[in-house]
């Protein structure tokens, strides 16, 4: 199996998804990665990573315990998710420029979230619910097996996507399909993923009917609602 990666996530911040992705897919659906309510433990301190042992009980739980962007951004009075994805970008690693950060937004997801004892997703990774929700949108498109990579497609590596359904999480950042028709990629400083597929396959599986999100337009972009924000 080659090391190079065979699609990459867009090398800048400002590069549209679809431009990015016209030679290979049709559509780019930017998918949410589930906040958690799990009361049988602690949270964790605000900017460390949630412990292995709560993703894990998370997973076992499954959906239940999902609480989604759209029900955080009118818990914190947010007109949408382009806010929760804003705050959330002064968390973990706080890649964004000042001139598009809100530390008052940030603060007060922050402060909801310890009140409704709510785990704040971590970057670069897919949540144990994604997993779940990958596990049962392979299912719907016929991949009983994919390709999956650590960041920039390092350590490509097969993997049966049953797996996905396994208590234990896993590192894969990036996955594919061998016939490439579906390529799924979240950046090490995001919250969110997307899941970039041919047109043929998105007929066969919508990701809409799986993920919490939207379908990328023209202009979509890592900037998707920040910079229009006040």
Known sequence: MSNQPIFTYPANDEDPYLGWYKDDFSSVFVATNPFRKVPEFPLNPQGEW???????????????????????????GFPSISYVNRALRLTGSKRIDKKFASPSDTAKMQRLCCKHNLFIPDEGCLSPLSELSMASF????????????????????TMKSDEFLQPETFSTPEIHSDDRSIFVVIYTDYHYFL???????????????????????????????????S
């Open 50 to 76: 949630v412990p292995t042992e709560v993703e894990t009980f998370a997973k076992k739980r499954g959906h239940e315990i999902g609480v989604a962007w759209k029900e955080i951004a009118d818990l914190c």
């Open 138 to 157: 392979l299912k719907a498109l016929e991949h009983d097996e994919v390709i999956v990579a650590d960041h920039f497609g390092t350590s490509p590596r």
């Open 195 to 229: 899941i970039c597929q041919t047109e043929g396959s998105v007929l066969k599986a919508n990701p809409a009917d799986f993920f919490e999100g939207f379908f990328a337009n023209d202009e979509t972009n890592d900037f998707w609602g920040i910079g229009d924000l």
